[in-house]
């Protein structure tokens, strides 16, 4: 190859790696951008990290939300960012949803929890038991279990059945009917407001706690639990596929939230 010859090839050469990095920049750009859509308008992945939803959900389960169910706010959006006024293509959740919403004390922290109380809802527990708008919620007990806890300690559990007004029936945990979520005062819930509980009732921090969680704004809502789409029991992350064999819950994976 000539001096000549060798002059010529280097501009092309140099012209076609920068093709390829310009290529590889537009690949990324679509692919974040389409990421994104997906996330603010369609399905947001959460992990669960406490036990406050047992039995239902449990610590390291991985589950899609869907941002369309209750319509859009500011918390559709990447970091909050006030560009949505209110709420738009509002849904309004039903009783009996699993929703996640920002911590209405921090609203950098998401939680999970179920929509037991709407927009004008009387509620209390009295010994244990639930009651909406001056009734007594149904609920049958369905055994006693020992369920391991997050620290290593096993508390023996009450299981029940428990029915909504609308006729949602989902499935419960008590340690007992005398602890200190167990007796409240009669919470009216505001206008534009939910009243949120764990399933696992004596170890929700929940609308119960006011000066937590207390009444949870419409606005704050995220979205609606869907379905499990990864659960592990701890011992490893999602990433560490090494170790998935042993530690995967197969029977869990696309579990609908229920």
Same mark, same amino acid.
């Given at each position: ?57 449990? $610590? ?18 990447? +970091? ?11 849904? *309004? ?22 929509? &037991? ?5 009387? &509620? ?5 038991? =639930?009651? &909406? ?10 055994? $006693? &279990? ?17 029915? =909504? ?8 945990? !008590? *340690? ?32 119960? $706690?006011?000066?937590?969680?207390? +009444?949870?704004?419409?606005?704050? +809502?995220?979205?609606?639990? !869907? ?28 579990? !609908?939230?229920?």
């Amino acid at each position: 190859m000539t001096e000549e010859t060798a002059a010529q090839e280097q501009p092309a050469f140099k012209k076609s790696a920068e093709n390829e990095w310009m290529e590889l920049i537009k690949t990324a750009f679509w692919a974040i951008a389409v990421a994104l859509v997906i996330r603010t308008f369609l399905f947001e992945p959460f992990n669960i990290p406490s036990g406050s939803m047992k039995p239902n959900l449990l $610590v390291g389960d991985y589950l899609f939300v869907s941002k369309y169910s209750y319509g859009y706010s500011r918390y559709s959006l990447p +970091f909050g960012l006030p560009l949505i006024p209110g709420r738009v293509m509002a849904s *309004e959740p039903q009783q009996g949803d699993v929703a996640v919403f920002k911590l209405p004390s921090n609203t950098s922290t998401d939680y999970i929890k179920r929509v &037991i109380g709407l927009p004008g809802d009387r &509620i209390q527990m009295t010994r244990g038991r =639930l009651h &909406i708008n001056g009734k007594v919620l149904p609920r049958e007990p369905m055994g $006693v &279990i020992v369920d391991t806890e997050t620290s290593g300690n096993d508390v023996q559990m009450y299981v029940y059945e428990e029915t =909504l007004p609308n006729g949602v029936k989902h499935i419960i945990y !008590e *340690e007992g009917d005398n602890g200190p979520l167990d007796n409240t005062r009669e919470f009216v819930v505001p206008e534009g407001h939910y009243f949120m509980m764990g399933d696992n009732r004596d170890n929700s921090q929940d609308s119960r $706690v006011q000066d937590l969680v207390g +009444f949870v704004p419409f606005q704050n +809502f995220v979205g609606r639990a !869907e379905r499990l789409f990864f659960s592990t029991n701890g011992n490893a992350r999602i990433w560490e596929f090494w170790r998935w064999p042993m530690t995967v819950r197969y029977t869990r994976l696309l579990m !609908e939230v229920k």
